[in-house]
């Protein structure tokens, strides 16, 4: 209960304190009297919205504040809402507010600060605050509604959570629905575009390490000309020329044969024959190997051109994938898990649609236990005014 009242430089008030008794209060005057001001420093102190102007001309700040006692009841509720802020004094709780002239606002509860907030949430247990226009409620279906199902008594509540639970859960389900569907469409670009960049990267099959020995290779083959001149100008030496000459490995040997002739005699010179023999060998090997090598670039030829088509499709995937031939492969790799998880977004549509389904039957039910309870009750609610109205001699 309201018990003392006072406010401050607020509009045409610039001080005034009231105290209200047990039962009826009643606060009469002419128009402009201030009747009005009173209704809306009590508005305040139960969080409402200032008016603009609100501080009396030439004040820095409007003041409002409120005391009132609680009951047992009362107490119990104001703890269960507001524990660390609320505590009651000798059964009585005071709410201000103060209005500065720059709009800035404070509230406080016993002395210390609040939130508007709070004063919303503690106000309607202190004070049920009705305007001069508040019988037009009646007429909105959303009023309508919180009074019927105020009179369908214990468990309505109850099932007004339930279906504003069930509402939450279908629109999640209706917006991740369509969420998936949005993404349909371009679902399939991307699945296009991931499987022709598979389709090249499979079709060239990089390994690691190849485009550096194929540049290598190409180098090479590159100066395969001057490769045969120089394996065929070694091969005469070693091995002469056409028999015109003599080359290096028959030398050898004349060598060693003519040491072998003397042998015997000076160890020095035996060391040396044995010398020139195995050189001669190792020449002729040398000759045999130059041979091999010089045929196998003769076979060569046309070679470069493979590796040149090679290299460029390799390097044209290094250029859009990363820069080396391993970002090409993680690139695939990646590609092929981003493909399956697209591949398997139509069976997460059907999931979505499976979940909304769920979603609507679950509302569905929700809504007939709501509506068959409003259903019993709005008889009795309407004989229960009709009383009352007659009671109140206003029977039509």
């Known amino acids: 209960m309201l018990i003392e009242l006072r406010v401050q430089s607020l509009l045409l008030i610039e001080r005034a304190e009231m105290r209200f008794g047990a039962g009826l209060n009643v606060l009469t005057g002419e128009t402009g009297a201030g009747k009005t001001v009173l209704a809306h420093a009590l508005d305040l102190l139960l969080g409402g919205r200032p008016r603009a102007g609100i501080v009396r001309p030439g004040a820095t700040d409007a003041y409002v504040e409120g005391t009132f006692a609680l009951d047992p009841d009362q107490e119990l509720r104001l703890a269960e809402l507001m524990p660390d802020q609320v505590e009651p004094v000798d059964g009585e709780i005071v709410l201000a507010r103060r209005l500065g002239a720059d709009g800035r ?13 709070d004063l919303r ?8 605050f009705y305007g001069q226009h508040e019988h037009r409620k009646l007429t909105v279906a959303a009023a309508q509604l919180e009074i019927l199902d105020s009179f369908c008594g214990a468990g309505q509540q109850a099932l007004r959570g339930a279906c ?3 509402i939450g859960e279908r629109r999640a389900a209706q917006a991740e629905l369509d969420r998936l569907l949005e993404l349909a469409a371009a679902r399939d670009r991307e699945l296009d575009l991931l499987d022709h960049e598979l389709a090249e990267i499979d079709r060239i099959a990089p390994v690691p390490g190849e485009h550096a020995r194929l ?15 120089a394996c065929a100008a070694a091969l005469a030496a070693l091995d002469g020329d056409d028999g015109q000459l003599p080359g290096a490995a028959e030398a050898l040997a004349s060598a060693a044969a003519r040491i072998d002739a003397a042998g015997g005699v000076d ?19 040398l000759a045999t190997e130059l041979r091999g090598h010089g045929e196998r670039l003769d076979s060569e030829d046309g070679a470069l051109q493979g590796i040149e088509e090679r290299l ?5 995937l290094m250029r859009r994938h990363g820069g080396d031939v391993e970002a090409v492969l993680a690139h695939a790799e ?63």
């Open 164 to 166: 504003a639970t069930a």
């Open 334 to 396: 990646r590609s092929r898990l981003r493909r399956d998880e697209l591949a398997g977004a139509e069976g997460a549509i059907e999931e979505a649609q499976r979940r909304l389904d769920a979603a609507e039957a679950d509302l569905e039910r929700a809504v007939r236990a709501l509506r068959g309870r409003r259903g019993d009750a709005a008889p009795r609610l309407a004989a229960a005014v009709r009383e009352q109205l007659a009671s109140l001699a206003m029977p039509e």
């Open 121 to 128: 949430r503690i106000g309607p247990e202190l004070v049920a």
């Open 267 to 285: 160890r020095d010179l035996d060391a040396i024959g044995q010398r020139c023999g195995a050189l001669a060998l190792e020449a002729r090997e």
């Open 215 to 229: 540049v290598a290779e190409r180098d090479r083959l590159r100066v395969l000309d001057a490769l045969r001149a």
């Open 105 to 117: 606002t404070r509230a406080y509860l016993n002395g210390r600060s609040a939130t508007v907030a």
């Open 312 to 316: 460029s499709g390799i390097e044209r």
